[in-house]
């Protein structure tokens, strides 16, 4: 395990490798995401994104992960899964520290099931692994309705991201995304600088290394993604 900042409000530590990402806190970060295990607004120490076979798909996904985190040896309270076909060890990285935050962000993707949103589509009944996958992690102070925008901020990133990579939908359409990509907000909630976030659009801050970081890890692990397929692994 690696320390993610090179100072924070308290040690916080990460590692990458092919079966998962794992952020480790030693204090409960606030977290808000639409993570399987561990969603919506909620208390986290542990953040994975965990990667499965493009096959997966079990009758009841939370069973299952708990089952998981038990067999690894992991704690099973105030943790945070993400699932993933992608390959985690092959994903974007980028890092912001400022007098007002400090900001981390891994990226994981794969487009294969890439879609425009507000364009007809397939649906499904039960959710697949996600595909492009987001992990921002803040060490500063920020008010819920800033977390929202954070996603707001993240999602028009990656959308850029993939409209600069041409990534297509099976249709030919520009991606917005993929069908089933999902996000995780974490934050301290300690002052850095005196400053609270109350925004994170693009224009504040905050917002505009959100942008910045996420477009440029996105950019990144879809690039890894078609040099693999490209070495045909």
Same mark, same amino acid.
């Given at each position: 395990?690696?320390?993610?900042? $090179?100072?924070?409000?308290?040690?916080?530590?990460?590692?990458?490798?092919?079966?998962?990402?794992?952020?480790?806190? *030693?204090? #409960? /970060?606030?977290?808000?995401?639409?993570?399987?295990?561990? $969603?919506?607004?909620?208390?986290?120490?542990?953040? /994975? @994104?965990? &990667?499965? *076979?493009?096959?997966? %798909?079990? #009758?009841?996904? *939370?069973?299952?992960?708990?089952?998981?985190?038990?067999?690894?040896?992991?704690?099973? %309270?105030?943790?945070?899964? /993400? /699932?993933?076909?992608? &390959?985690?060890? *092959? =994903?974007?990285?980028?890092?912001?520290?400022?007098?007002?935050?400090?900001?981390?962000?891994?990226?994981?993707?794969?487009? =294969?099931?890439?879609?425009?949103?507000?364009?007809? =589509?397939?649906?499904y009944l039960q959710e697949m692994p996600g595909t492009i @996958?987001?992990?921002?992690?803040?060490?500063?102070?920020?008010?819920?309705?800033?977390?929202?925008?954070?996603?707001?901020?993240?999602?028009?990133?990656?959308?850029?991201?993939?409209?600069?990579? %041409?990534?297509?939908? #099976?249709? $030919? @359409?520009?991606?917005?995304?993929?069908?089933?990509?999902?996000?995780?907000?974490?934050?301290?909630?300690?002052?850095?600088?005196?400053?609270?976030?109350?925004?994170?659009?693009?224009?504040? #801050?905050?917002?505009?290394?959100?942008?910045?970081?996420v477009y440029q890890a996105v950019r990144e692990a879809v690039? @890894?993604?078609?040099?693999?397929?490209?070495? $045909?692994?």
């Amino acid at each position: 395990m690696q320390p993610v900042f $090179g100072r924070s409000a308290w040690p916080i530590h990460s590692r990458v490798t092919a079966e998962m990402i794992q952020i480790q806190s *030693e204090q #409960p /970060l606030t977290v808000l995401t639409s993570a399987v295990v561990g $969603g919506g607004l909620a208390t986290a120490t542990m953040i /994975l @994104n965990r &990667h499965v *076979e493009s096959s997966y %798909c079990p #009758p009841d996904p *939370e069973a299952e992960i708990q089952d998981w985190l038990q067999a690894k040896g992991l704690s099973r %309270c105030q943790t945070v899964v /993400l /699932l993933t076909a992608a &390959h985690v060890d *092959e =994903g974007g990285y980028r890092r912001v520290e400022s007098e007002y935050f400090r900001l981390a962000v891994w990226a994981t993707a794969g487009v =294969g099931n890439a879609a425009r949103a507000g364009l007809d =589509g397939p649906v499904y009944l039960q959710e697949m692994p996600g595909t492009i @996958n987001l992990i921002l992690l803040i060490d500063g102070r920020m008010t819920i309705p800033a977390m929202v925008n954070s996603i707001i901020t993240a999602t028009e990133a990656k959308a850029a991201a993939l409209q600069d990579l %041409c990534v297509t939908d #099976p249709q $030919g @359409n520009i991606a917005t995304g993929t069908s089933t990509d999902a996000i995780v907000v974490a934050s301290t909630q300690e002052w850095v600088g005196s400053y609270l976030h109350s925004y994170a659009g693009v224009a504040s #801050p905050l917002g505009r290394s959100i942008g910045q970081a996420v477009y440029q890890a996105v950019r990144e692990a879809v690039e @890894n993604e078609r040099r693999r397929r490209q070495g $045909g692994e």
